[in-house]
């Protein structure tokens, strides 16, 4: 009998939960305890999953138990199934009334603070029963994470083209400029013009250097001037830090139009007017290939590319 066959079979939805359980814990005794099952049901389960697919899946270290490479693939494929169940459930309790179901969305802080807020603000004016669930990444490269661990149903905010692969399916939005901005009470902001070699010994407070994107972005633009970066005064990935710092008055920063536009105003923050060409990147709408998206999460992509539709005709 060919594997695929055995499988479909013979491992039994219980077993699977067991075993990403034990691995979740690092111990069977542990993943015992959460389940409120026996020790040797869990090493029954576990021992069955094994001789069905014919490799091991647990080893033994000192610390307790971890996964083998085929243990990781199992578990990874686990969560996909028990995330597909869990939608099927939602589904079923809601059909016919999309309007009342849960959207899951993932992004960065930047993107929240602006364009994921307006949306949200949009779509709930109209389904007030709509349940949204925002996950907030630290980084791009996490929130693609996220969506293939199926922690979040789709993502909403800037695209890594290098990490949309085969198992992903990308919508473009539009083009979102970046824009160094300080805050409305900044010297620089009531200049008609700045020179960027003006701004190269203020403070800057800048996206942590995990964030490739926006780090990248400001140091080309600077070179392209034949100017080095600027020295960051501050690192960090918060939103709220970076405001904060901007209301002092001495402080920089970089964000993206789409947040300007949305929520400068209510930030107290505006553009600096410096002739710096800092390359523009695309925001868009990132979902799982083949999964069907429940009938909440539609209504949220629908909406999103309405508040879209005027920031693509700017760009």
């Known amino acids: 009998m060919l594997l695929e066959e ?6 039994k939805l219980r077993d699977l939960r067991i075993l990403s359980s034990v691995v979740q814990h ?11 099952i026996s020790q040797p049901a869990v090493s029954m389960a576990i021992s069955d999953i094994e001789q069905t697919l014919g490799v091991r899946l647990l080893d033994r270290t000192p610390q307790g138990v971890e996964a083998t490479a085929s243990g990781h693939i199992v578990v990874k494929w686990s969560f996909a199934i028990f995330d597909d169940l869990r939608q099927a459930a939602r589904e079923i309790d809601l059909v016919g009334d999309p309007t009342a179901g849960e959207v899951r969305i993932g992004s960065t802080e930047p993107m929240t603070a602006g364009l994921v807020a307006a949306v949200i603000d949009r779509l709930t004016r109209r389904y007030p029963r709509l349940n949204l669930q925002v996950a907030q990444a630290p980084t791009l490269l996490a929130q693609y994470q ?26 473009i939005l539009f083009d979102d400029p970046l824009f160094i901005v300080a805050g409305t009470n900044n010297k620089w902001i009531r200049r008609r013009k700045v020179d960027p070699s003006e701004l190269l010994e203020e403070p800057w407070a800048l996206p942590s250097y995990s964030d490739a994107f926006a780090g990248n972005r400001i140091a080309e633009a600077f070179r392209a001037c034949g100017l080095e970066p600027p020295r960051r005064t501050v690192s960090s990935s ?6 904060a710092l901007m209301a002092t008055g001495r402080f920089l920063s970089l964000l993206s139009g789409s947040t300007l536009r949305f929520s400068g105003k209510r930030l107290g923050i505006a553009a600096v007017p410096a002739a710096l060409p800092i390359r523009s990147g695309p925001v868009g709408i990132l979902t ?9 999460a539609q209504l949220f ?3 999103a590319r309405e508040v879209a539709r005027p920031l693509r005709a700017v760009t």
């Open 301 to 303: 992509v629908a909406c």
């Open 146 to 171: 996220d969506l293939r661990e199926r922690n979040v149903d789709l993502i909403l905010g800037r695209m890594v083209p290098a990490e949309v692969d085969s198992d992903l399916q990308s919508e």
């Open 288 to 296: 799982l290939q083949n999964r069907t998206l429940s009938g909440a």
């Open 238 to 243: 918060s939103i709220q830090l970076f405001v």
């Open 26 to 36: 690092g111990s069977m005794g542990k993943a015992a305890r959460a389940l409120a």
């Open 6 to 11: 055995r499988m479909l079979q013979r491992i």
